[in-house]
T-cell receptor, first 114, second 112 residues
């Protein structure tokens, strides 16, 4: 299996622009997670889906952030409009359903907003 | 509710020395516990997990961890550190849901 695939790996954009991050989970995994990692705040869970349905979006910072999972093999995280404080590494992870199952992380997207 | 506390944001050891990274958890249900490692510019990778079977869990790269319910701990150890072990290590807990609650991480430095 190719593992969790994220694109792009790096994104540099100007403040105010729309940014879309993409994720392809491991085939057969029912749960998908979006995280953000910064030096200041560490690793934060933004949102997670189970069977394509958002279960917990309490970590989404504000209305500028939105996430979708139109099917079992694809998810997007969108930031509109982007701000410099959104600069971070964004990780996607997937797992089978249930607390005993480990999450498999993608390589991350490094976002820089200037 | 669940939480994880990792004692020590930075740990430094000499190559060949014992590695001990501390993790204490709090959980209202029987916990599942995980250790992940993150190398620079990479995603997190599972080292090992505890899922209520054997309390001493062996993972990859010579690491192991022991679940101690009485101490609510799940410390990570390795008998002899290698330079390649330098990375950030995260302890995490889950329970009845898919969510993992991560600790704040411990950065391990290994000196020659």
């Amino acid at each position: 299996d190719a593992g969790v695939i994220q694109s792009p790996r790096h994104e540099v954009t100007e403040m105010g622009q729309e940014v879309t991050l993409r994720c392809k989970p491991i085939s057969g995994h029912n749960s998908l997670f979006w995280y953000r990692q910064t030096m200041m705040r560490g690793l934060e869970l933004l949102i997670y889906f189970n069977n394509n349905v958002p279960i917990d979006d309490s970590g989404m910072p504000e209305d500028r952030f939105s996430a979708k999972m139109p099917n079992a093999s694809f998810s997007t995280l969108k930031i509109q409009p982007s701000e410099p404080r959104d600069s971070a590494v964004y990780f996607c992870a997937s797992s089978s359903t249930g607390g005993a199952y480990e999450q498999y992380f993608g390589p991350g997207t490094r976002l820089t907003v200037t | 509710a669940q939480s994880v506390t990792q004692l020590g944001s930075h740990v430094s050891v000499s190559e060949g020395a014992l590695v001990l990274l501390r993790c204490n958890y709090s959980s209202s249900v029987p916990p599942y516990l995980f250790w992940y490692v993150q190398y620079p510019n990479q995603g997190l990778q599972l080292l090992l997990k505890y899922t209520s079977a054997a309390t001493l869990v062996k993972g990859i790269n010579g690491f192991e961890a022991e679940f101690k319910k009485s101490e609510t701990s799940f410390h990570l150890t390795k008998p002899s550190a290698h330079m390649s072990d330098a990375a950030e290590y995260f302890c995490a807990v889950s329970g009845n849901t898919d969510k993992l609650i991560f600790g704040t991480g411990t950065r391990l430095q290994v000196f020659p």
